[in-house]
């Protein structure tokens, strides 16, 4: 019998490692010969450092962004931007997830676009219920819905203990981008 099974993993909480360690799984399942694609829901947040990663690894392991910008101060009609923004992300991470091209999808910051009402938790439900049973989901960001984590198998929630911003040291190139 075949015992390979694809999981609904959750990195939320707010400690620093959320979309690294979303990152590292990436990489090693990449290293298994896996396919990886990672999907961007907040724009303008990835880093020179996986974007380059990425560039080398190849084929299978690609990063598209998208989504629109940062929300966290967006005005009402920034904000209708954002919606449409993320609703054509949720299209094209559906197409994605349905397509077969893939092992493991990431879908960098999506509690976060969840969060600030930008795709509403029945909308990632619906994803994960689509999901075909071996590919490997992976959800990022902050304040996970509950909803979401009920239908997860692997949820972890990063604790911050210390951030170097809290002591005014600036961001480090390969820690932060
Ligand atoms: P990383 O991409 O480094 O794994 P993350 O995905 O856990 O971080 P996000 O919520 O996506 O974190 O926020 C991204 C940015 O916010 C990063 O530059 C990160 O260092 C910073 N950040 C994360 N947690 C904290 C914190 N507790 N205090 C201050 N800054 C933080
Ligand atoms: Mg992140």
């Known amino acids: 019998m075949d015992e390979r099974q694809g999981l609904i993993i959750i990195n939320t909480g707010n400690g620093k490692g959320k979309t690294t360690a979303a990152l590292g799984l990436g990489m090693r399942a990449w290293g298994q010969g896996l396919r990886v694609l990672v999907l961007q829901f907040i724009k303008g947040n990835w880093k020179y450092g996986e974007l380059q990663a990425a560039e080398r690894m190849g084929d299978d392991f690609v990063i598209r962004q998208l989504g629109e910008g940062f929300v966290r101060n967006a005005q009402d009609d920034e904000k209708a931007d954002h919606q449409q923004a993320a609703q054509q992300a949720l299209k094209d991470a ?12 990431i879908l960098d910051e999506i509690n976060y676009a969840v969060k600030f009402g930008l795709v509403s938790w029945e909308e990632v439900a619906a994803l994960l219920a689509i999901k075909p049973p071996l590919l490997h989901l992976v959800l990022t960001g902050r304040d996970a819905h509950p909803e ?11 604790k911050e203990i210390k951030h170097p911003y809290k002591k005014g040291i600036k961001a480090q190139k390969g820690i932060e981008f």
């Not at 559906?94 to 999808?105: A, F, H, L, Q, Y």
């Open 148 to 158: 979401i984590i009920d239908r997860a198998d692997l949820v972890t929630e990063m």
């Open 94 to 105: 559906k197409t994605e997830i349905m397509s077969g091209n893939w092992d493991m999808i």
